[in-house]
């Protein structure tokens, strides 16, 4: 990294903690609480032109890089916020903006970029298929200048607080295809004005907005097709190593956040006449979770440095990914154990953030399909599926 990158990032992650200390843990402890969803904070993001660094200076945003994306979303994270909205206002837009239509980009990507619209809905997951996303079965069927839609999709987060959503549906029977990549599609869905959409929110263990959602001939005009119908699943596969390496920033912002926490109160927490963290016991688990972390954000920056030279980064982004969130759940354990019963304290903000790192060995992709990748597609050892 040249000092002129280095200075702009410290630049850049100084600026969004900054901004972050009008939102502190009390802010996201409230919402998480209520279930809410951070408004004001995506807001203020928005309009300081944060959630549009990945969208290219001719559509108004910033063009830079996955590398400062991920800066921006880490920071989020380590000062206690929950960065996942802004993951998403940033990162949907890229299947549009790789392989939309110049129409499409024309639309939608100027006001995604001011924060007009919001685009933070990526509707992929169904509950019969789960992980094999080639085996959807949300059929898109072309009539005349629409596409008429019917199914059921699962944990679609943010479908309540978003004007667009990105779709993946299935366009060809699977049956009649010999390439099972093939045959899926993606559009863009307008959530202000859509017919035949059913939206039920789930209660899950973190506060998320996640969604059942039930399509009932719902209907989208056929120039919301994302490129060329059938391509859908190559273009969502496209996304995936941004997605990855903007998730390692997050788990190695919560990382952070768990380890400075937990120095602090073990610094601080006497019992039997002494700190609590002067006893190897109290001290090791944290200093060997510090340790993986750094070893982790060393992964992730070398994903992303690969990614914004446009070179193959699956290996080193699929890595990362694997890496941060492993390191972040053993920072979140040596944090609750240092913590003891009062971590269990709903206004000590451990239990909440536990819950929410949780997450990343799952999802968006859980850490075995990643191992599968590096055994199968790195190593070169035999396929399991
Ligand atoms: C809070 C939350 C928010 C989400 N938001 C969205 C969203 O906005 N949009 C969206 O499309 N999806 C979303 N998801 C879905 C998420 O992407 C899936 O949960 C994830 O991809 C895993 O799929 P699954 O839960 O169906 O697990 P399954 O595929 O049923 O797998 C269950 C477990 O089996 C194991 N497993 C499965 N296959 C293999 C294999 N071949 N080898 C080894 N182990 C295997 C894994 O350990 C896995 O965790 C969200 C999920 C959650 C929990």
């Known amino acids: 990294m040249t000092t002129e990158t280095a200075d702009q990032l410290a630049t850049i992650r100084a600026a969004v903690r900054d901004v972050c200390k009008d939102f502190p843990s009390s802010y996201w402890r409230a919402l998480d609480e209520h279930r809410e969803y951070p408004t004001e904070f995506v807001n203020k993001l928005t309009e300081l032109g944060w959630l549009s660094v990945l969208i290219p200076e001719m559509y108004g945003g910033s063009g830079l890089g996955i590398t400062e994306a991920g800066a921006i979303l880490e920071e989020i994270n380590r000062t206690g916020g929950n960065s996942a909205a802004c993951h998403a206002q940033m990162y949907t837009m890229g299947i549009v903006l790789r392989h939309g239509s110049d129409e499409l980009k024309q639309r939608y990507l100027p006001d995604v970029a001011s924060g007009k619209l919001r685009l933070q809905a990526f509707g992929v997951t169904e509950p019969d298929a789960g992980s094999e996303t080639t085996k959807i079965r949300t059929m898109a069927v072309r009539k005349g200048d629409k596409y008429v839609v019917n199914g059921q999709k699962m944990f679609i987060s943010r479908v309540e607080h978003s004007d667009l959503m990105v779709l993946l549906a299935r366009t060809t029977p699977y049956d009649e295809l010999e390439d099972k990549t093939q045959g899926l599609s993606a559009f863009v869905v307008d959530l202000r004005t859509v ?120 290996a080193e982004a699929n890595m990362s990914k694997l890496l941060a969130a492993d390191a972040s759940w053993e920072a979140a354990n040596a944090c609750l154990n240092t913590y003891g019963g009062a971590g269990f304290d709903v206004e000590a903000d451990v239990e909440r953030k536990f819950r929410e790192t949780r997450l990343w060995s799952i999802a968006p992709i859980n850490n075995n399909l990643v191992l599968a990748y590096v055994g199968q597609r790195v190593l070169g050892m035999p396929r399991s599926y």
């Open 195 to 314: 017919k035949g959409l059913t939206v039920r929110p789930l209660k899950l263990m973190l506060n998320h907005h996640s969604t059942a959602l039930f399509f009932d001939d719902m209907e989208i005009p056929a120039e919301n097709l994302i490129g060329e119908e059938g391509k859908g699943f190559r273009y969502v596969i496209d996304s995936w190593n941004a997605e990855r390496i903007l998730i390692a920033g997050e788990a190695l912002g919560d990382g952070a956040w768990f380890i400075e926490k937990a120095s602090k109160y073990a610094s601080e927490r006497v019992v039997f006449g002494k700190p609590i963290g002067s006893n190897q016991g109290v001290q090791f688990p944290i200093a060997l979770a510090h340790a993986h972390l750094e070893a982790a954000r060393m992964m992730r920056d070398q994903a992303a440095a690969k990614f914004d030279r446009e070179e193959n980064c699956g």
